[in-house]
């Protein structure tokens, strides 16, 4: 995976066990552009919300954008217990 946004792109590359998140819009490309937009937006803004509340950290994640939907991938070394990153 690869997102020259991230700031964990080049430092880890995930290796056995992980967690991964796939989210999909569904029927994405039956809708109207403007749609498209507000619907990715609100999905990146709910993800990264998500993930960040539980503690995983939306900023130490790989992630993969899909046109329609997004990978994310926390790095194997977050632990949800791990203070510096709250």
Same mark, same amino acid.
């Given at each position: ?22 989210? $999909? ?8 552009? $403007? ?29 993969? $954008? ?21």
């Amino acid at each position: 995976m690869h997102d020259p946004e991230s700031p964990a792109a080049g430092g880890w590359k995930p290796d056995g066990h992980c967690t991964v998140f796939i989210c $999909d819009i569904v029927e994405f490309s039956r809708r109207p552009h $403007d749609v498209q937009k507000k619907l990715r937006e609100t999905l990146y803004s709910a993800l990264e919300s998500s993930l960040d509340a539980s503690g995983l950290s939306w900023g130490r994640c790989r992630r993969e $954008d899909r046109g329609d939907g997004v990978i994310a991938v926390p790095s194997p070394t977050t632990s949800r217990y791990d203070s510096s990153i709250r």
